[in-house]
């Protein structure tokens, strides 16, 4: 089935990296162009970062310069590099298809994503 599975969260401080990692299977990998979205309580995900299967990239505005978006077609993951980071990149992260289009019980589906907390 369908799973999608992200990691590399964490706590840290305004300027400091993270690298997030996210590992699809039960799809076909290779044919989606593949995002990153945040989101925080309240407020609606949005997409930050996107790659095509064969690698072109687009980032929001808020990430471009700090980001950076890649993927491995035969390990089937997606990476998102997050370089000089600031306290409002705080949010959950989690990957999906751009745009989303994977269904799990009828129902559009997203993985547990990973927090990111960045401190001031």
């Known amino acids: 089935q369908v799973q999608l599975v992200e990691s590399g969260g964490g706590l840290v401080q305004a300027g400091g990296s993270l690298r997030l990692s996210c590992a699809a299977s039960g799809i076909i990998f290779n044919i989606y162009t593949m995002g990153w979205y945040r989101q925080n309580p309240g407020k609606q995900r949005e997409l930050v970062a996107a790659?095509?299967?064969?690698?072109?990239?687009n980032y929001a505005d808020s990430v471009k310069g700090r980001f950076t978006i890649s993927r491995d077609n035969i390990k089937n993951i997606v990476y998102l590099q997050m370089n000089s980071l600031k306290p409002e990149d705080t949010a959950v992260y989690y990957c999906n298809p751009d745009p989303p289009r994977l269904y799990r019980g009828g129902n559009t589906y997203w993985g547990q994503g990973t927090q990111v907390t960045v401190s001031s």
């Open positions: 790659i095509t299967s064969g690698g072109s990239t």
